[in-house]
């Protein structure tokens, strides 16, 4: 702390130490999400058509042109490749090859706007109920106005999540052809591969923090608001590890029971297909529960560093001069 500054502490209500460990930050995200449950419904409510008529579009899209180019390669294996028959099945069969590009390409372009726009909402939303303020519908909507900084920042994470996915793959890679069934190198290997996979689950944190920095933050975005969280994230590196690590475990749970039960279901496409859009609205909610989560790491971790901070238990941690004393407030009621 500065000379000259102290760290007040005011309580409106019931006093109660900050969160410190995972299960208070999933507390206190639940607590969260419980106080600004309205808005976070509606958010809810409003993307799930979009996120339904993406799914359905591109599943009615890819999948006849799917079924007609195995349908065309099989033929093929039939023909002689010097046939005029041949060409044509190729000729048709590469026409649908760019269909489905071009459509898988356009549904992840707009999934891609959705998430972003979920994340916007839900992190704004979260973040103003730590503040003890009600966001309205057009609250968020003027709050959209500021989506260079989120896309920047968005962009940025894309390029370097793709990027060390690449990069950690390669090595694998290389190192499972160089190795010639050495059980030494490919020991070696799997170590290496563990020790990308927990920096992976560390830069995931960092990444997560800079997306909540650049909404709740307007003046940082893009790789300012990833150096941003990253300095806050100091000192509380092994919480957000855990966090992160407890929806990871969280994420494949639901997946492998996914799997388990969708494996139960009649064999019909309808019941497929429901049970799909089940499983996407079901993935929305995780999602915004995550995202919640880690506002609420994001106070952590600016009350670890001295900054203003507003928890749940009607607690305000901020920094002010000692020359100019200040009455705080603002605190969850």
Known sequence: ???????????????????????????????????????????FLILLLPYSFVFLGNYLTITPLVLDMAKKLFMMSSKDP????????????????RGITGAEVASMLVSNLLSLLLVMATVYTVAMAGRGIQVSLKDLLSRM?????????????????????????????????????????????????????????????????????????????????????????????????????????MGVIWGGAYSFVNNLLPPSENMRLASQLIFLYANMLLIMFMLAAYVVLYYECKKSHGEELVTGGGLVYTRVPTAAPATLGGALP
Do not use: C
Request: net charge positive.
């Open 82 to 97: 010097r046939s005029p028959e041949f060409r044509e099945l190729l000729a048709a069969a590469v026409e649908d090859l």
């Open 1 to 43: 702390m500065a000379k000259g500054e102290e760290i007040l502490l005011v309580s409106q209500g019931h006093r109660q130490p900050p969160p410190s460990t995972v299960l208070q930050i999933l507390h206190e995200a639940a607590k969260l999400t419980g106080r600004s449950w309205k808005p976070l419904l509606s958010i």
């Open 145 to 249: 106005r500021t989506w260079k900084g989120p896309v920047a920042t968005w962009l940025y994470i894309h390029l370097l999540g793709s990027g060390y996915t690449t990069a950690w793959f390669i090595l694998i890679g290389v190192s499972a052809f160089l190795s010639h069934g050495s059980v030494a190198v490919l020991a070696v290997s799997a170590v290496i591969a563990i020790l990308a996979f927990l920096l992976l689950v560390y830069l995931q944190v960092v990444w997560n923090e800079g997306l909540v920095v650049s909404v709740v933050e307007g003046d940082f975005y893009g790789l300012a608001a990833l150096g941003r969280a990253s300095e806050l994230i100091q000192g509380r590196r092994i919480l957000g590890f855990r966090v992160n690590l407890i929806f990871m475990l």
